[in-house]
């Protein structure tokens, strides 16, 4: 399969914030993906009723999950501004070398800061689970 | 009958037109997912302290129903689109690539499926 010339190489072509951008967006898509797992655990125990509730509400609540759920919530956040950026790109604006930069790193400052505001929120919350 | 030449014909239809329709699909769902994602998000942070019953007794509002269910198809839908394309990009072996989009489908279907049903049933009160 492989007697076809290949692209250059991961190991032989330098990163740079663009191209690390852009498989981020694939890699938290994929993440974002498999989250849906714990969400739908999540749903099923409500409708289930209101022990299951308590089961799933135990599960979630869990330090290793916590961890878990702080990376999901940046994943969300990064897809989200980063979608964004793409869905200007479709429409032809920001192209422009400098431009792609700047909401390159704008991404990652307000997908950071919107995780950060979200768990401040939560864990500052009064009687807080999450 | 149409006068117009063969060359011009092709020109003027262009192409099937069906080209972009898996391109736009995931425009769509991520214009949709943008509201209702952050909407979601927020809400969760509420609703993830609060008790079984007053879970139950958010989701069953008529507006939180639908705006659930709506996020639900176009999450689902969206995913699907978007895994579709990794897995046709990195999976190079062709009974893999088959197998890949089968389960993708068959796994987002049910996930998707089991989104709405349990939706429903908060909503119409069958708990």
């Known amino acids: 399969m492989t007697t076809r010339p290949l692209s250059p190489h991961l190991q032989i072509y330098r990163p740079q914030l663009t191209s690390v951008l852009s498989i981020t967006h694939r890699a938290t898509g994929v993440a974002l993906s498999l989250g849906t797992v714990v969400l739908l655990y999540w749903l099923q125990a409500a409708a289930r009723g209101e022990a299951a509730y308590a089961a799933a509400h135990g599960v979630l609540s869990l330090g290793a999950v916590k961890v878990l759920l702080v990376a999901w919530s940046w994943a969300f956040f990064y897809h989200l501004c980063n979608g964004i950026r793409h869905l200007f790109w479709d429409a032809g604006m920001g192209f422009e070398l400098g431009r792609a930069y700047a909401s390159g790193y704008a991404v990652l400052a307000s997908a950071s800061a919107l995780t950060a505001l979200v768990w401040v929120y939560v864990l500052t919350q009064a009687g807080g689970v999450a | ?127």
């Not at chain 2, 192409?15 to 972009?20: F, H, N, R, T």
């Not at chain 2, 909407?39 to 609060?50: D, E, I, Q, R, T």
């Not at chain 2, 709506?70 to 394309?85: E, K, M, R």
Request: one cysteine or more; glycine letters at 8%; aromatic letters at 8%.
């Open chain 2, 1 to 127: 009958m149409s006068l117009r030449s063969d060359l011009g014909r092709v020109k003027g239809l262009g192409s099937a037109k069906a080209g972009v329709h898996h391109w736009r699909l995931q425009r769509l769902t991520a214009l949709a997912l943008v509201p209702l994602s952050l909407w979601f998000v927020a809400s969760l942070m509420c609703v993830f302290k609060a008790s079984h019953a007053e879970v139950v007794q958010w989701v069953a509002q008529p507006h939180v129903t639908v705006l659930l269910l709506a996020l639900s198809i176009a999450l689902f839908w969206h995913l699907t689109l978007g895994v579709q394309v990794v897995i046709e990009d990195y999976v190079r072996t062709p009974w893999k690539q088959v197998v890949g989009q089968v389960l993708l489908r068959a796994g987002a279907g049910l996930g998707g499926l089991l989104a709405v049903v349990s939706i429903l049933k908060i909503s119409l009160g069958l708990n």
